[in-house]
């Protein structure tokens, strides 16, 4: 077995590279160090113990199609796009650690004619008119037997498009999940305009094979050549779905109020594992009966506006009679939930 890997992946699906990523690290032999390079289409990705609904406006992802997903490792939250490139660092040899693949990386960018330096949590910056600018964060995971080191960096990634997306909402949340720590950031097309997705790999790579003194053929992973892979269907399935991604969410508490012509409402929300397990609602309406009643409905449903929606048009039938009102009360709740 050759102690060396290098592996590239043809698609821009977020759930797609992380079950890649999260398969070769389970499955990585002894001996044996990897380097996956991939990018992501307009995405957020989030750490292990973060809160989706904290970290992000989620109601804009959904409204324009961003994908979520969530990693394995710690740390915080991020946009991705093709301006993006993510390289990740996987081995099980005995003289591997993290400043190993960090000074690969910052090798690779001096290759192309970049010099950027490590800071403090797991960055890297470069000097910029304006001053130290960051344009890659990193994570880290290990095991008895395995470690890895994941990353991103940014080439000529939508700035307008990062803020506007991992900006939350402002909502009375309260969560024991990770903050993120922003950052000022840059683009690496500052200090070198043409600079793309190829010519990154090409440094990273020459790097990669510079410190290990050999080469390998590169492999190139597809959804299409993957399902053959024992196991790789399940990780994929794990990785894509609503339970993982928002479900693993930490419990949190939202509490949310309005004033409508009818009467004040006031909306109290346990949210734990992506479900609401809790539910209070308190009003000065004159006729609160059909708010208690939502109040039993919205116990045990997904927290997203998929299933709110469904849940209060089934409660609207039941009270024709306040139709006008209760519309207005579905529609404010749906909008603030996400």
């Known amino acids: 077995m050759c102690r060396l890997r290098l592996l590239f992946s043809d698609s821009y699906d977020p759930w797609f590279n992380l079950s890649l990523e999260e398969y070769m690290f389970k499955n990585i032999p002894e001996n044996q160090s990897i380097l996956f390079l991939w990018r992501n289409q307009n995405t957020v990705v989030i750490g292990r113990a973060q809160n989706a609904w904290k970290e992000c406006n989620t109601r804009r992802m959904e409204r324009d199609g961003i994908k979520l997903a969530r990693r394995s490792s710690g740390g915080g939250a991020v946009f991705h796009d093709l301006g993006n ?29 970049i010099k950027a330096s490590f800071s403090g949590r797991n960055d890297l910056i470069i000097n910029t008119t304006e001053g130290e600018r960051k344009i890659s964060g990193s994570a880290y995971r ?26 939350p909402d402002i909502k009375k949340l ?27 790999c090409q440094g990273l790579t020459k790097a990669f094979f510079e410190h290990y003194k050999m080469r390998v053929t590169p492999e190139v ?39 409508f012509d009818w009467g004040n409402v006031t909306l109290h929300f346990n949210i734990k594992h992506g ?11 004159l006729e609160p009966d059909p708010l208690e009643k939502l109040e039993k409905k919205l116990i045990g449903i997904p927290y997203n506006t998929k299933s709110v929606s469904h ?28």
């Open 174 to 200: 309260k969560t024991k999940g990770i903050a993120s720590v922003r950052s000022r950031v840059a683009n690496l097309n500052q200090l070198k305009p043409d600079i793309n997705h190829e010519e990154i």
């Open 311 to 338: 849940c209060c048009t089934q409660w609207i039938k039941n009270w024709p009679q306040y139709k006008k009102e209760l519309l207005e009360a579905s529609d404010w709740l749906i909008k603030n939930i996400s």
């Open 221 to 259: 992973f597809s959804i299409e050549n993957t399902s053959h892979i024992p196991g790789f269907s399940d990780q994929f399935n794990k990785q894509r779905d609503w339970n993982w991604n928002f479900g693993n969410t930490p419990i949190f508490t939202h509490q949310l109020d309005t004033r």
């Open 275 to 285: 479900i609401i397990d809790c539910c209070h609602i308190f009003t000065d309406c």
């Open 142 to 167: 290990e095991t008895p037997r395995c470690q890895f080191h994941h990353g991103t960096l940014l080439l000529h990634v939508d700035i307008d498009k990062l803020t506007y997306y991992l900006n």
């Open 85 to 113: 490139t993510c390289f990740t660092f996987i081995s099980t040899q005995k003289n591997y650690n993290k400043k190993l693949s960090t000074n690969i990386v910052l090798n690779g960018l001096h290759h192309i004619g």
